[in-house]
């Protein structure tokens, strides 16, 4: 029995405190005493519960270092809430959240249980099975979230069929409400964005500063010792492990940001390096995502900033809208949509309307663009997939070599951090699966265990919606594809990398830039009518017939070349 089992077991709580305490259920992303019901009451008169499943962790071969982060921050919370004089019931289950919550409560007769009405529908799904059996707990509004449901909807009315979302709107109906980077009911320097300044690629214009590691203490060396033996075979490397566990840890990496990071986020956002891997990215997500860190503070601290000088205008709106817009959009839309499994029911198509002749076969398959999960089971994702892309994902997602150097670089970063940045995750790990027809839902589980940060509704949203354009125009208004010139230009990996970005034909071509026409041309009958699209249109008609018979053959290449290696499993 590790050490953190006996001091739990040893300060299980009396059938008094039992009785006399009003009992919080504290899932495994909302680690915080800095709102919601633990603020309710002296910690005298609080108790919590937490349960570290073993089941759930089981569910996905999650990244190693993502179930040490997770479950090294929950132990930590648990005696940093014991040291304030909070009850703490800690259980170890091999079964679900909800089932064990069920037992705890009916074995030690458990008051009704008070719970922030989780934001990962799995938990919401498991709760409510658990109080369908008779487990008795009260839901509040999760105060963690800078805005309601209420917001999202008064900006957007309930979602209806064929409804397309500009994150915008929300964006700026957020500012406006919270004053936050506002005067006079006017954005501070007259613009609410200034993402147009954001697009610098980095040449070492100024130094990046090396963000601050957290050598594990003891609980977190346990929490290592555990993951290792249990979940052993999961996906992603163990060694170094390095992020805060502590709160006061989790501050300080925000300080850390806050004082030599944020002043150049805002110019370099876009830019991609293989030796400045994090670049002047935040690295935030992983806290906010446990609730370790709130945004409204992180954003209230970011405006400041503004305010007094310390930093850029253009810096300080660009992190805020990655906030207060993204995140917060992105919670909203997967809670709207029943994370996309309601557009199953009004958009059935049964048939590829594609003409056959361009389409490379594997990529034709016709299946439903959106498959229902009605009566089947409630936790599997949705599978939606405007652009008919249904091959496989390739072993290049599991670290296998294909000679790419982005996608290598890229791919290298997440098993040893399960991390990386944005554009990384957008431009290159998704371009490349997007421009090649891999699955969208096949996608989004690979980002759902590779990476520290990734939940259902931040996942499913940022892969289906965002990146891979699976859900039509319900999230982005046209797909986010490119061919190497977009890389070269916003990196230092091409410069490193065995192809040459400015050849799309021929012996060491990008694969990249002849995916990108064959993709435009694939799916010419779906995309052509898009107003955002009628540029790259224009420039695939200047194609000579010829040329497009090569720029095929080098993508079916490119593809054949990723499918002839063999996946390893981590399931
Ligand atoms: C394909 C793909 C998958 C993604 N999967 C996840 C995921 O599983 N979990 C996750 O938290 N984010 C995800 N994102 C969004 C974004 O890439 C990450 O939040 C960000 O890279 C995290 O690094 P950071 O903390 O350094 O972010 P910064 O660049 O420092 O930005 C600050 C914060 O803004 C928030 N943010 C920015 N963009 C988004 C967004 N599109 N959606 C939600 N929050 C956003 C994050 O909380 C982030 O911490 C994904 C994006 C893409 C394109
Ligand atoms: S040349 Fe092509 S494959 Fe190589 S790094 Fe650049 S975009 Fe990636």
Redesign the pocket.
């Known amino acids: 029995m590790s050490a953190f089992e006996k001091d739990v077991k040893a300060a299980w709580p009396s059938a008094t405190d039992i009785r006399n305490r009003r009992w919080i259920y504290v899932p495994y992303d909302r680690y915080t005493d800095r709102t919601g019901p633990l603020t309710q009451q002296p910690a005298s008169d609080s108790g919590i519960v937490i349960v570290e499943s073993t089941a759930k962790a089981l569910r996905r071969p999650y990244h190693k270092k993502k179930l040490v982060a997770l479950i090294s921050n929950m132990r930590h919370f648990a005696l940093e809430q014991q040291a304030r004089g909070v009850c703490v019931l800690y259980q170890f289950s091999p079964t679900s959240h909800g089932q064990t919550l069920l037992e705890l409560q009916r074995e030690h007769h458990l008051p009704t249980l008070i719970c922030m009405t989780p934001t990962e529908r799995e938990l919401r799904l498991d709760l409510s099975f658990a109080q369908k059996s008779g487990l008795a707990m009260d839901f509040v509004p999760d105060t963690t979230w800078a805005s309601t449901s209420e917001d999202f909807l008064d900006t957007y009315g309930s979602f209806k069929p064929g409804k397309s979302y500009v994150m915008d709107r929300f964006y700026r109906r957020m500012r406006q409400q919270t004053g936050i980077l506002m005067k006079n009911a006017k954005p501070v320097g007259g613009q609410f964005s200034f993402d147009a300044d954001n697009r610098r690629p980095y040449k070492g214009e100024v130094p990046v500063p090396k963000p601050p590691t957290f050598a594990p203490g003891s609980v977190t060396a346990e929490v290592i010792a555990f993951v290792e033996s249990t979940y052993g075979h999961h996906f992603g490397n163990m060694n170094n492990f390095d992020l805060p566990c502590t709160q006061s840890d989790c501050d300080r990496f925000w300080q850390f940001?806050l004082n030599h990071?944020l002043p150049n986020?805002g110019q370099f956002?876009d830019a991609m390096r293989d030796d400045h891997l994090?670049i002047?990215?935040?690295?935030?997500?992983?806290?906010?995502?446990l609730g370790r860190l709130l945004?409204i503070d992180?954003i209230r601290d970011v405006a400041e900033r503004a305010a007094s000088d310390q930093a850029h205008l253009a810096a300080c709106e660009g992190?805020i809208r990655?906030?207060l817009?993204?995140?917060e959009?992105?919670?909203h839309l997967h809670e709207q949509t029943d994370g996309y499994r309601l557009l199953a029911d009004y958009v059935p198509q049964e048939k590829d309307p594609r003409p056959q002749e361009h389409s490379p076969d594997r990529t034709k398959v016709a299946a439903k663009a959106y498959q229902s999960t009605a009566g089947e089971d409630p936790f599997a994702g949705a599978v939606p997939s405007d652009l008919y892309a249904s091959l496989p994902l390739p072993a290049v997602y599991w670290g296998v070599k294909s000679g790419l150097h982005c996608m290598d670089t890229v791919v290298a970063q997440v098993i040893e951090e399960g991390?990386?940045?944005?554009?990384t995750?957008?431009m290159v790990?998704?371009n490349l699966a997007t421009l090649c027809g891999f699955s969208p839902r096949e996608?989004t589980d690979w980002?759902?265990f590779a990476?520290v940060?990734?939940?259902d509704w931040?996942?499913e949203?940022?892969?289906l919606g965002?990146?891979?354009y699976a859900d039509g125009s319900l999230t982005a208004t046209k797909p986010?594809v490119s061919g190497a010139a977009y890389i070269n230009r916003m990196s230092n990996f091409c410069g490193h990398c065995q192809y040459d970005p400015k050849k799309s034909i021929g012996p060491g071509s990008c694969p990249f830039t002849a995916l990108y026409w064959t993709f435009l041309e694939r799916n010419e009958s779906i995309l052509a009518g898009n107003f955002r699209m009628q540029m790259p249109y224009r420039n695939l008609r200047k194609k000579s017939a010829p040329e497009l018979v090569q720029l095929r053959a080098r993508a079916g290449e490119a593809i054949a070349h990723l499918e002839s290696f063999e996946r390893p499993g981590y399931e």
């Open positions: 940001f990071l986020f956002e994090q002047f990215h935040s690295k935030t997500s992983v806290l906010l995502n945004a992180l992190f990655q906030l817009g993204w995140r959009f992105m919670r991390w990386s940045h944005h554009i995750r957008l790990l998704s996608l980002f759902w990476y940060d990734a939940y931040v996942v949203t940022n892969v965002m990146a891979t986010y």
